[in-house]
């Protein structure tokens, strides 16, 4: 299905609005709050979005509107073909991550600029960016295909104490630690009941992390914020804060890895967002990718640095701004991800005197009674999210966790759901996207 405004570079929107003969650019998936972002950097929106997950308020910032899987890379290149050879498209961008394949495709195939489709399956690749990065020699951080208990008694008897993942995995789903080798019978169950088939296996990094929001300014990598993490021992994050604390000599260790992983992978504009843990040995990376942090870390950044990364990427865009210069942090800000026992709730208290605090930016309660809250496998278990202001990191973090403790949400067991064990498949939208292999000898 498609859309088209009435008038079309005409019509009104925040900020500046949009000029009759204004730059188009495609934005893939995504909310509203992006395309008026967009259209005050003074851009002809086309929006792609899935026809049950659009906001229709969408509608009235954006010239087209083409209602499409947009999860297809080659569907979504085929539709910009046909929209550019009729007006062309300046840029086509996505600022989530299950539309960035679909943006690079339509960027390589018409030949726009932007981060194409070969930098974007590399870092969707956890295996391939692992290689990538031994073969410039920016690290050498061991890493192997796995399928089964003896692939991982293998990898740990030569490396050590090992990390289990999904070869293109997001959200902490399927991490699991491998503390030794008697560790390993238990990890293999684990991952054959989970439908983890096929996975990367991972030195075991040791040490804090912290993710690095960057842009890239047609080559110059510039870091926006440090974010300190707070972890649960499944991997799946439950707290962020700003600024991290980190020393003059660790932060150029850092910006330095960062800055040649990017040129390694081919990242040249545009946000990107990496994960990384500082060892006794230095930084090492977990991961990167060409777009901004989730988790509400880019608000984070807003609140505490003043930047804000997605109107920063349409300016850029549309050539309405030259490189930044990082600034200090004003104040401190922190988010506490609500979590609560496995079961059917039965209450949520304390949440209207939390939200009326004036110190908490934002608080989002993820369920309601009857709602049924999972095991948590990955960030979306997560039962609501919370974030402050402070006039430091630590009395940001602090302020998180006391706001958050008053916050109780109840629940009973759920004997509907009792002894069920979840596989991947059950918590994975599209589980076959996280494997990328079927098991060896088995239909292809």
């Known amino acids: 299905m498609t859309y088209k405004h009435e008038n079309e570079h005409e019509h009104e929107g925040e900020g500046e609005g949009v000029k009759g003969n204004a730059p188009r650019i495609a934005v893939i998936g995504g909310q509203v709050a992006a395309l008026k972002k967009a259209r005050q950097a003074g851009f002809d929106i086309v929006w792609l979005h899935g026809p049950h997950e659009l906001d229709p308020a969408g509608l009235e910032l954006v010239a087209e509107a083409h209602l499409t899987d947009y999860r297809d890379p080659q569907a979504v290149a085929d539709l910009l073909t046909a929209v550019h050879r009729h007006r062309p498209l300046a840029r086509v961008v996505s600022i989530i991550e299950d539309g960035l394949e679909s943006a690079a495709a339509a960027t390589t195939a018409l030949g726009l600029p932007g981060t194409g489709l070969d930098t974007v399956r590399l870092l969707q690749d956890k295996l391939a960016f692992r290689t990538l990065l031994a073969e410039r020699g920016i690290e050498g951080v061991a890493a192997r295909l796995g399928h089964d208990e003896a ?49 990367i296996m991972e030195q075991y990094l040791r040490g804090p992390e912290f993710s690095v929001e960057a842009f890239s300014f047609a080559g110059e990598h510039v870091v926006v914020a440090y974010t300190a993490k707070e972890k649960l021992d499944s991997f799946v994050e439950v707290g962020h804060v700003q600024p991290a604390a980190l020393d003059a000599d660790t932060t150029a260790g850092i910006e330095s890895l960062v800055a040649r992983m990017l040129d390694a992978v081919g990242v040249t504009d545009g946000p990107s967002h990496s994960e990384v843990i500082v060892t006794a040995d230095g930084p090492r990376l977990v991961e990167s990718h060409n777009r901004r942090g989730g988790d509400r870390i880019t608000d984070l950044a807003a609140e505490v640095y003043g930047t804000d990364i997605d109107a920063l990427g349409f300016l850029w865009y549309a050539g309405r701004t030259a490189p930044l210069t990082p600034g200090p942090a004003g104040g401190g800000g922190a988010i506490r991800f609500l979590t609560a026992e496995p079961g059917v709730v039965e209450s949520v208290t304390g949440a209207d005197e939390v939200r009326a605090d004036p110190r908490v930016v934002t608080l989002q309660l993820s369920v309601e009674p009857g709602d049924t809250v999972a095991p948590i496998a990955w960030s979306y278990d997560r039962s609501g999210l919370l974030m402050v202001r402070g006039d430091s990191a630590d009395e940001a973090r602090a302020l998180a966790h006391e706001l958050a403790d008053r916050i109780s949400i109840k629940t009973r067991p759920d004997t509907a759901a009792s002894g069920t064990a979840r596989s991947i498949a059950a918590v994975a939208p599209r589980p076959e996207r996280l494997l990328g292999t079927t098991p060896p000898g088995a239909e292809q």
């Open 151 to 199: 692939d991982i008694r293998a990898f740990v008897d030569e490396f050590g104490p090992a990390v289990i993942k999904p070869r293109y995995g997001s959200g902490s789903l399927g991490v699991r630690l491998v503390h030794g080798p008697e560790a390993v019978p238990e990890v293999a169950a684990w991952a054959a009941e989970f439908g983890l088939h096929t996975f």
